[in-house]
């Protein structure tokens, strides 16, 4: 059961940038159409779709929703067996070949279930969602990784209560994304912590109260945030991919009760930077992947938060390009110009 869905806009994330510069897991399989984050229309479906039909608004997404397997049918995750996302995975589940080839018919593989960076994609059904018509899809867009995975982090993971404090390491679009989702919770503090000054004044746009630069410390960061919270943070999220950031992050949180939530994509295989024994006062860490949301079941109701004005969107995209200055848009990416560079096919 697969979708040809004609991709309109697509833009990119540190994940696409790791892969492009070879950083992780995925370049094993070259050459492969990266690209995971964005929006189009269905333009065809294969046998066995009933869910959507040429012509819907759909986002496509990388952790996958079979909706039968034992991990679909439970309510204490968001992973799928048979389509989950695996960065070694290249080829399509039905038949285990690609849908893109050279013009010699050579293969071209397949990226995180999805290849947005081309006009056209297939992806099994299980990876792509209908929503409505009336959400403008560059905006919906996001919803694809950056944004669902930040939010969900702080609703689905964390479940974030009204009135706690919080410490986001890492302010790009996933950790701002975090921040809007505590700011919506009602969090009462909420303190971004980046080496980049000028994510600063965008983190304000989205909730956060307080910065800090660890480049002005004289102290390590989980000891000014321990003293600027009396103890902790309920929550830190690390969304760096550091295990030094990380660590700080974990000693950011109170004892006793304090989560911390892992978003960062780490090079393997890197251990975790932690003694057992220091989770025997109460501190707590724990994973996170597409933000814990089911796609086909809980994104279109996301899609109408974002249009009822629950969530902004409006903050994440900082660049509008075509796609065929893709190059620029990894550069701005790079030299942390940019949130979301928006790329119009």
Known sequence: MEVRVKILFTSICHTDLSSWKGENEAQRAYPRILGHEAAG?????????????IGDHVIPFFQGECGTCICCRSQKTNLCQKFGVNPLKSVMVNDGKTRFSTMDGNPIFHFLNTSTFSQYTVLDSACVVKIDTKAPLEKMSLLSCGVSTGVGAAWNVANL???????????????????????????????????????????KAVGITEFINPKDLDVPVHEK???????????????????????????????????????????SPMLLPLHPMELFNGRQIVGSIFGGFKGKTQLPKLAEQCMCGTLNLDEFITHELPFHNINEAFQLLIEGKSLRCLLHL
């Open 41 to 53: 229309i269905v333009e065809s479906v294969g046998e066995g779709v009933e869910d959507m039909k």
């Open 161 to 203: 209560q009204p009135g706690s404090s919080v410490a986001i390491f890492g302010l790009g679009a996933v950790g701002l994304a975090v921040a809007e989702g505590a700011r919506v919770r009602g969090a009462s503090k909420i303190i971004g912590v980046d080496i980049n000054p000028s994510k600063f004044f965008k983190g």
């Open 225 to 267: 945030i321990g003293a600027i919270t009396v103890g902790g943070v309920d929550y830190s999220f690390e969304c760096v991919g550091n295990l030094e950031v990380l660590r700080e992050a974990f000693l950011s949180t109170h004892t006793g009760w304090g989560l911390t939530v892992l978003l960062g994509i780490h090079p």
